[in-house]
């Protein structure tokens, strides 16, 4: 006996045993598709919409047969594609070329609410909107007597609300669309009451086992990464280079000034010695000659650079050694001088 694949416990599994697992897995993955066709129908999101469309199709023409529980899953999935094209005339999902989209819309809709245990009020207005945009998406393009013909092919099917369909037959007759009538069950009516039932359908199947567990999935990966993100060193190496541009911008800033600094001390070290070379010429008094017969007062202070300076002028000015002599130092603008006074007769 042929063998394909590996069970739990790692034994090759039979050729029965494999094709109930993968009808398993396809019906779990019809769910979810028909899960993501409605929520993309819901959201107008046309081409994520036709995407699962044609999954669905795919998975459903794969099936070797269709669980009772699974007509509901199917029957929304084709209804839904023909609601889509429901104001496209020349698409056809039935042998019978002439059956609208939305006629065919219509019978699978039936089929829903057969499964429905106890018919509701949406059931009714949803079926109810569909009759009658059947009938107005030809006379919206002024095709009458294709109108007269839906009506014709939906009164056969069912005798079902028998007043609206008088009221639809007047309409076409008079060749004249009874606007007012058709804003007040308008196409987009129509969308709106079929998306309330997809948030009824989407709430009963937000616990399918493939959802579950991709969203479980999803939401690990993300905690990994966020966490992954979070770590000290991919911190570090994220802000890298913004760190690197902080320092060169910082060293350039105490460079300009460490600079501009040793300018200002520059010059401040220049004008303070033109500042004490100035008072030094200002302070600095020379002494004149003394003859040696006689004493001339000076009136003014004398200020000496050096000892060795007062040194030569006592042995220029020997005369002047009998006469006594004071000394004191003081501090001239910062300049700390010795001062010599001397006393005339």
Sequence with gaps: MDVEGSGSSGAPVSCELFAETEAVAAGWMLDFTCY????????????????????????????????????????????????SEGKTLGRCFESDQRISPLESALSIWK???????????????????ILIQAVAVHLEKGYFKE???????????????????????????????????????????????????????????????????????????????????????????????????????????????????????????????????????HTLWKLENVPSNRITKHKNTSCLQSLSDLQNIENDGKSLSHRPIRRKKQVLGGVQCLVIYRRSD
Excluded at 42 to 53: A, H, L, M, P
Excluded at 59 to 66: A, D, E, T, V, Y
Excluded at 111 to 129: S, V
């Design 36 to 83: 993501a066709l409605c929520r993309h129908f819901r959201e107008g999101r046309t081409r994520d919409f036709e995407r699962s469309r044609d999954t669905a199709q795919a998975i459903i023409n794969g099936l070797s047969k269709i669980a009772t529980h699974q007509m509901k899953t199917v029957y929304l999935c084709q209804f839904l594609t023909r609601i």
């Design 111 to 129: 089929l829903l609410e057969e499964q429905q245990n106890k018919p509701d009020n949406l059931h009714e207005d949803i079926h109810r909107l």
């Design 147 to 281: 109108a007269t013909e839906v009506l014709k092919r939906l009164s056969s099917e069912s005798e079902s609300n028998k007043a609206l369909r008088m009221k639809l037959a007047l309409i076409i007759n008079g060749n004249d669309p009874d606007l007012p009538f058709f804003q007040s069950f308008s196409y987009n009516l129509l969308i709106d009451k079929i998306k309330s039932y997809i948030d009824v359908f989407l709430k009963e199947n937000s616990t399918n086992f493939l959802i579950k567990a991709a969203t479980k999935e999803v939401e690990t990966k993300r905690l990994e990464a966020t966490m992954s993100h979070n770590k000290p060193g991919n911190t570090i190496e994220t802000n890298n280079e913004s760190n690197l541009e902080t320092e060169q911008s910082n060293l350039e800033d105490q460079r300009s000034i460490a600079n501009e600094s040793s300018e200002n001390a520059r010059e401040h070290l220049k004008r303070s010695r033109k500042h004490l070379y100035s008072l030094a010429q």
